[in-house]
């Protein structure tokens, strides 16, 4: 397809039209139909609210979506097919855990084919873009939108970007079964203050460059066909309205070649946020910043003309959005291959790899005296709102999840053993305990975040009555549980899981499977902490907390609470033991270095670490880090074996943004953190000298 041949074809009016997407969901809405043969429908988006990512479930099909496809493909004057798309977020109609989740596995390969059985699911819906993955780094676990994030690291944010990319689009997204990726929301988003939705936020060039757009980055290089811009503002710049970072960085500076759609109704928000006086001043900042698409305001429909005959736009600027538009729908493959036609989906496989990426995804954060796993001649009895709950363990946005599909936390362990009815004769208690989906995703923070007093209450009841407490914990975000986490002998953290959830936490709770998933984002003590995680710039005086166990009243810190958190960021226990000694340095040739630890499994089950390497730049020309994530691997280890882990570190992970928003590598001396989780102490320094 010659597409600018096809756009010299093209009329204005047919020009402005494919930079114009509206929400329908067949059988609901008429009308669509003569709209579509007018020309003015670029984009369909599959969806009928602007909260679709709470709202009750409304299929779609694909034989509808052909039967509009067709319209457009054969009863328009320039046949130009529609992009259908809908926000498939952690899967279609089998539920894999929320984003948040599938992060602690740390897995990206897991991540990777989790996301191609879901985008198959999708395509056979008639869907064939989504508006995935959401790459908004989050120190706020109030924010309900953390669920879909990587949680607070850019480097692990990073990695799932592009797992989810290449499993959404593989190599080609033309092809059956496969969909074009958004990666949302461009950017800050996750900064929203208070973690309020749809706040204003405030960063900095330097913090934007080296934590909030790196995810955005590596997406752009894993070619991702389309970015989503953000709702908020950043200092008092809309991100709708920035030709800076909309243009500037992500379409010249990053080379992003596919389109920028606006997030719902984004554009005509400009008037709500106090740079724009009317819609026509919003379609002419959001085009000329570089918004391409107008997602459901119909602003560019109803204004791109006049501001083309009144010289307020040009017809280039258009062409410019449109091309782009075109662009990906070639890559797509809308040219040739306009309908849907279903693939071969296996929904049993799907549910497999969805019961794998539950079981990577739990946390155990605590197993006082081994309780787990337990033992099929335990007596266990089962309590706890989440314990036959199938909705609520979803997870926000899911769109097409069929709730009637999930195993519950009761069915799951029912397969091993039958739970005692009373709790008297109990030696163990179960408590599945979490919040609801609603109070999660889109629109839906928290101003608390602390345990819920009566979680505390039943687990406090019942270890008073000497019985030995197992939480299995059910949340979206993490949860502060200073007060709590003593009356459990054992906690798994295991999020919103999907429709697996039950079988995966069953199969951890009674060994099957040794838990292996660790912290994406901090577990703090306290609601009042927040904004707490483990890469912030050193402090002035001493250490923070975080990492200074010691009592030192100059620390950065609370009289009512410490500093540090309750878990840290990277931490998750196991079934068997992990030592790690003997951190060296390999080799250093030409500003590259090998550094390396060995990692014994020294406890009774075999199990998987995680590996994880931190750094620390101790002198440059601006405040850097405490520690920042700059690789982690996952390795098998079984009882008794022994392995070393290299990991190798070049200018790519030793530089960063510095006040001039240059990429620098600057001389001088890191230390290098190797192990479990953010606290990790084996340590060695190397000295960088360029060439
Ligand atoms: C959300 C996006 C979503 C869009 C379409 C917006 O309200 O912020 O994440 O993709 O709606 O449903």
Redesign the pocket.
């Known amino acids: 397809m010659n597409i600018k041949e096809l756009i010299k074809g093209m009329t204005v009016e047919e020009k402005i039209g494919q930079l114009n997407q509206v929400a329908y969901i067949p059988a609901t809405i008429d009308g669509i139909e003569d709209r579509i043969r007018e020309g003015k429908v670029g984009s369909i988006?599959l969806?009928q609210t602007?909260f679709?990512g709470n709202d009750s479930p409304c299929s779609v099909d694909y034989e509808k979506v052909n039967r509009l496809q067709r319209i457009a493909v054969e009863e328009t004057r320039s046949h130009i097919p529609i992009l259908f798309g809908r926000?498939v977020i952690h899967g279609h109609k089998t539920v894999f855990p929320i984003p948040l989740a599938m992060a602690a596995s740390f897995d990206t390969e897991l991540i990777k084919k989790s996301y191609e059985c879901i985008a198959k699911e999708a395509y056979n819906d008639g869907i064939k873009w989504t508006?995935a993955p959401?790459l908004d780094m989050s120190r706020d676990p109030r924010w309900g939108r953390i669920i879909e994030s990587a949680g607070e690291d850019p480097y692990l944010a990073q990695n799932v970007a592009r797992a989810v990319i290449s499993g959404f689009q593989g190599d080609d997204y033309s092809k059956r079964g496969r969909l074009c990726a958004c990666a949302?929301?461009y950017v800050g988003y996750g900064a929203s203050e208070g973690g309020r939705d749809y706040n204003r936020t405030e960063i900095s060039e330097y913090t934007l460059r080296n934590f909030y757009l790196r995810a955005f980055k590596s997406a752009v290089e894993a070619d991702v066909g389309t970015v989503?811009s953000a709702?908020n503002e950043i200092s008092g710049q809309p991100v709708t309205s920035s030709r800076y970072l909309l243009t500037d960085v992500l379409k010249e500076e990053f080379g992003f070649k596919g389109f920028v759609v606006s997030?719902?109704a984004a554009v005509k928000q400009l008037i709500d946020q106090g740079v724009a006086e009317n819609e026509k001043e919003c379609a002419q900042m959001s085009l000329k910043a570089g918004v391409d698409m107008d997602m459901v305001d119909d602003i560019y429909n109803k204004y791109l003309l006049k501001l083309l005959s009144e010289g307020k736009i040009t017809e280039e600027i258009i062409d410019e959005a449109l091309y782009r538009v075109l662009y990906i729908k070639e890559k797509a493959g809308l040219f040739d291959d306009p309908y849907t036609a279903p693939v071969n989906v296996d929904r049993a496989f799907n549910a497999k790899t969805a019961k794998e990426m539950a079981e990577e995804s739990m946390v155990l954060l605590k197993n006082e005296n081994n309780i787990l796993p337990l033992s099929v001649s335990d007596k266990i009895y089962i309590d706890g709102e989440m314990k036959d709950d199938t909705r609520s363990i979803l997870g926000s946005w899911t769109l097409d999840g069929i709730a009637e599909e999930t195993v519950t936390v009761f069915e799951g362990i029912n397969k091993y053993i039958t739970p005692v009815l009373n709790e008297k004769d109990a030696d163990i208690i179960i408590l599945a305990i979490g919040e609801s989906h609603t109070v999660t995703g889109?629109a839906h923070s928290l101003a608390d975040i602390d345990m819920k007093r009566e979680h505390i209450s039943l687990a406090k009841k019942y270890k008073a009555e000497g019985k030995k407490v197992v939480g299995v914990l059910n949340f979206g975000r993490p949860v502060a549980m200073e007060d709590g986490e003593k009356y459990f002998d054992a906690i798994i953290y295991a999020w919103h899981s999907g429709t697996q959830t039950g079988n995966a936490v069953a199969d951890i709770l009674f060994g099957k499977v040794n838990p292996c998933g660790h912290l994406p984002v901090t577990l703090p003590r306290k609601t009042g902490q927040i904004p707490l995680y483990y890469n912030f710039t050193k402090g002035s005086r001493t250490v923070n907390e975080y990492y200074d166990h010691a009592d030192n009243r100059f620390i950065n810190n609370y009289d009512d609470c410490k500093g540090s958190p309750l878990y840290p960021f990277g931490y998750g226990l196991s079934y068997t033991e992990f030592e790690y000694s003997n951190p060296r340095i390999l080799s250093e040739k030409n500003g590259e270095y090998v550094v390396g630890i060995t990692v014994k499994n020294t406890g009774k089950f075999d199990g998987k670490a995680l590996v994880q390497c931190y750094i620390c730049d101790e002198v440059a020309s601006s405040m850097r880090p405490i520690r920042e994530l700059k690789s982690f691997e996952k390795i098998f280890l079984k009882k008794g074996e022994e392995k070393e882990v290299l990991f190798k570190l070049g200018e790519k992970e030793l530089g960063f943004y510095n006040m001039d928003n240059e990429f620098v590598v600057e001389e001088g001396l890191f230390t290098v953190y190797m192990g479990g989780d953010a606290y990790c102490e084996n340590k060695v320094s190397v000295r960088y000298i360029k060439n």
Request: proline share 0%; aromatic share 22%.
């Open positions: 988006i969806a602007a679709a926000d508006f959401m949302k929301h989503m709702f997030d719902w889109e």
